[in-house]
T-cell receptor
Framework: SAVISQKPSRDICQRGTSLTIQCQVDSQVTMMFWYRQQPGQSLTLIATANQGSEATYESGFVIDKFPISRPNLTFSTLTVSNMSPEDSSIYLC????????????FGSGTRLTVV | GQQLNQSPQSMFIQEGEDVSMNCTSSSIFNTWLWYKQEPGEGPVLLIALYKAGELTSNGRLTAQFGITRKDSFLNISASIPSDVGIYFCAGFNAGNNRKLIWGLGTSLAVNP
């Protein structure tokens, strides 16, 4: 399966600032996703990162708050903009290597605390 | 959005005991997946199930795809301390094969 490197692994940020999270995969993948996992909760899909076009956002998530880039088939970034304490969560990058591949592979996540 | 009903929410057991957890849905699913998440890590896929009635094992783990296609269970036999973590069910329902739907997780603690 694909190996995912996600950076940073954790950060503490001031409210009102922005943080960009990077997801690097060791091989080309068809699908890349960004998830949020709030403390003690399950995973919530933020958006699907599309290579060369705008990301597809899930209900409740907007591009102005969570801009996403995917310049190629191995890399994506998620920015959490104008942060507030409610944005404190684990943010996870996930990939599906090939269409129809078994399940998704996850990065180790970025633990974000906003103070 | 839609979520799966996963139970129990948490379990605290003695080493060596068997564990069982399950997931149910109000709609039909095409695929069931079971993941484990350890602290500070992302979820790792344990078992994938593709058809009704399918029973699949991975070491001490066994999972089944329910006949009705609306449920799945995961069993862990002879638990050991490294089984500690949060177990999530997830799946694709028949109406949307592109979006993975998640359970709320079962937190497992094992007393050595």
């Amino acid at each position: 399966s694909a190996v995912i490197s996600q950076k940073p692994s954790r950060d503490i940020c001031q409210r009102g600032t922005s943080l960009t999270i990077q997801c690097q995969v060791d091989s080309q993948v068809t699908m890349m996703f960004w998830y949020r996992q709030q403390p003690g909760q399950s995973l919530t899909l933020i958006a699907t990162a599309n290579q060369g076009s705008e990301a597809t956002y899930e209900s409740g998530f907007v591009i102005d708050k969570f801009p996403i880039s995917r310049p190629n088939l191995t890399f994506s970034t998620l920015t959490v903009s104008n942060m507030s304490p409610e944005d404190s969560s684990i943010y996870l990058c996930s990939v599906q290597k090939e269409t129809g591949a078994v399940g998704y592979t996850f990065g180790s996540g970025t633990r974000l605390t906003v103070v | 959005g839609q979520q799966l009903n996963q139970s129990p929410q948490s379990m605290f057991i003695q080493e060596g005991e068997d564990v069982s957890m399950n997931c149910t849905s109000s709609s039909i699913f095409n695929t069931w997946l079971w993941y484990k998440q350890e602290p500070g890590e992302g979820p790792v896929l344990l078992i994938a199930l593709y058809k009704a009635g399918e029973l699949t094992s991975n070491g001490r783990l066994t999972a089944q795809f329910g006949i009705t296609r609306k449920d799945s269970f995961l069993n862990i036999s002879a638990s050991i301390p490294s089984d500690v973590g949060i177990y999530f069910c997830a799946g694709f329902n028949a109406g949307n094969n592109r979006k993975l739907i998640w359970g709320l997780g079962t937190s497992l603690a094992v007393n050595p």
